[in-house]
Nanobody
Framework: QVQLVESGGGLVQAGGSLRLSCAASGRTISSYAMAWFRQAPGKEREFVAAVSWSAGITLSKDSVKGRFTISRDNAKNTVLLQMNTLKPEDTAVYYC????????????????WGQGTQVTVSS
């Protein structure tokens, strides 16, 4: 099993930046597609960005393109989410997730989840 622990959340003003980190243990992340999801109060969890397990292909939600960047460092067994030009609507709990090698859409049906880290963006 793989365990995931997020860190780096906090309170920032609109227009500011944060970098979220996801530390994995138990398994190497090279075996998984990795992603970030978020959940705001009263809303369902939604996809933010993902990086594939083989070719390093990335995919991100339209509303964060040009502002958020996902990356992976297999040697350090970590996944990062660099968030720039933050907006109040980005406020949510952000979750790191891992997906085993299988069919289907690689931004859906994730198998392992971290505990989440709070990101709050003030106006």
């Amino acid at each position: 099993q793989v365990q995931l622990v997020e860190s780096g959340g906090g309170l920032v003003q609109a227009g500011g930046s944060l970098r979220l980190s996801c530390a994995a243990s138990g398994r190497t992340i090279s075996s998984y597609a990795m992603a970030w999801f978020r959940q705001a109060p009263g809303k369902e969890r939604e996809f933010v960005a993902a990086v594939s397990w083989s070719a390093g292909i990335t995919l991100s939600k339209d509303s964060v393109k040009g502002r958020f960047t996902i990356s992976r460092d297999n040697a350090k067994n970590t996944v990062l989410l660099q968030m720039n030009t933050l907006k109040p609507e980005d406020t949510a709990v952000y979750y790191c997730a891992a997906r085993t090698m299988k069919g289907g859409r690689w931004y859906e049906d994730y198998d392992y989840w971290g505990q989440g880290t709070q990101v709050t963006v003030s106006s």
